[in-house]
């Protein structure tokens, strides 16, 4: 089946600093790639919708200045957290849609990235 | 806009008893519908989904869902939960066209299985 992996699985940085988020697809080209925000105890919800080789498509609420979204690579999306604080903190996940899957709604979720922000 | 309403918050069933996780979906169009299971501190793994054609889909671990569209739900259930059910269970609908294509969650229903 199609994997995704994020790196790092874990990570803790200092208020300002910015930290950047890995999701690769490792079997497949992923043309769409999504990334997710989880708050503890709550569902996903959706940041922004990262297309390859174009600017990526932001939530309603989501601050793109600050959630820096880059898809350079059918198998390479990044998110970057700029200037973090601790509001920041959470669970980020992402997930990757295979377009050669018929039925294209199907996404890949990696096993997403734990960020404190201290 | 489509959306996922999930009523049980949480729910607490005995080993080798049946299993039902409540999902309601809305959506003006015929919904694509998944199921998705999560551990503590992990990704989403699919559990089954709902395209077209038969109303009742077999997933994984033994679960299966049923799409009723007069009802707009598409429950999960399992004949009988094992202790490694434990995790927090998401139903989503997928929706849009084109390039643009959203998946939607609920909020979750977080399943305890007790000895």
């Known amino acids: 089946g199609a994997v995704v992996s994020q790196h790092p699985s874990w990570v803790i940085c200092k208020s300002g600093t910015s930290v950047k988020i890995e999701c690769r697809s490792l079997?497949?080209?992923?043309?769409?790639m999504f990334w997710y925000r989880q708050f503890p105890k709550q569902s996903l919800m959706l940041m922004a919708t990262s297309n390859e080789g174009s600017k990526a498509t932001y939530e309603q609420g989501v601050e793109k200045d600050k959630f820096l979204i880059n898809h350079a690579s059918l198998t390479l999306s990044t998110l970057t957290v700029t200037s973090a604080h601790p509001e920041d903190s959470s669970f980020y996940i992402c997930?990757?849609?295979?377009?050669?899957?018929?039925?294209?709604?199907?996404?890949?979720f990696g096993p997403g990235t734990r960020l404190t922000v201290t | 806009a489509q959306s996922v309403t999930q009523p049980d918050i949480h729910i607490t069933v005995s080993e080798g008893a049946s299993l039902e996780l409540r999902c309601n979906y809305s959506?003006?169009?015929?919904?694509?519908l998944f199921w998705y299971v999560q551990s503590p501190g992990q990704g989403l793994q699919l559990l089954l989904k709902y395209f077209s054609g038969d109303t009742l889909v077999q997933g994984i671990k033994g679960f299966e869902a049923e799409f009723k569209r007069s009802q707009s739900s598409f429950n999960l259930r399992k004949p009988s939960v094992h202790w490694s059910d434990a995790a927090e269970y998401f139903c989503?609908?997928?929706?849009?066209?084109?390039?643009?294509?959203?998946?939607?969650f609920g909020t979750g229903t977080k399943l305890q299985v007790i000895p």
């Open positions: 959506y003006g169009a015929t919904p694509y």
């Open positions: 079997d497949f080209q992923a043309t769409t």
């Open positions: 997930s990757a849609r295979d377009p050669t899957t018929p039925q294209s709604y199907e996404q890949y």
């Open positions: 989503a609908v997928g929706a849009g066209s084109g390039g643009y294509q959203k998946v939607t």
